[in-house]
C-alpha cells in the first residue's frame, strides 16, 4: 500500500509531521491508517511550550490510544479546534484539515533531526 507523504513536509521516525511553511504539526497518512478511527484529540492549549521528541498530547482511536510527539520545538500558535466536533478529519485529511498544531518560535536546526519524505517514504514502505 502507498502512502501520501507531501515533499513539504518533514517526519518523525514515530510518524508525525511538520511542515515549516506554515509550522503546522499532524500525524501522517500511515499513521491515521494505522490508528484506524480516530476518536478523540488532546492537544495543548496556545502558548504552551513543546519540545522536540517530547510528547504533547493523545490521540485515540477505536484501536489504540497513542502519545503525540513534538518533530520539533516551539510555542503552539494555534491548535486545530475543528477536530473537537469533527477528529474524523485526522483520518480523511490528514495533511490538510487534519493537522494538530502550529508551532512558532521553531529553532533553526531543529527540521535537520527529522526525516526527509524520501527517508520517511523508505520507512514505511
Known sequence: MSFDVPDDCYY???HEWYRPADGRVGITDFAQDELG???FVDLPVVGESVTAGEQFGVVE???AVSDLYAPVSGTV???ND???NAPELVNDEPFAGGWLLELEDVP???VDDLLAPDGYRERTE
Open 12 to 14: 518523525l521516525e514515530s
Open 37 to 39: 478511527d480516530v476518536v
Open 61 to 63: 482511536s477505536i484501536k
Open 77 to 79: 500558535a494555534a491548535v
Open 82 to 84: 475543528d477536530l473537537e
Open 108 to 110: 533553526e536546526g531543529d
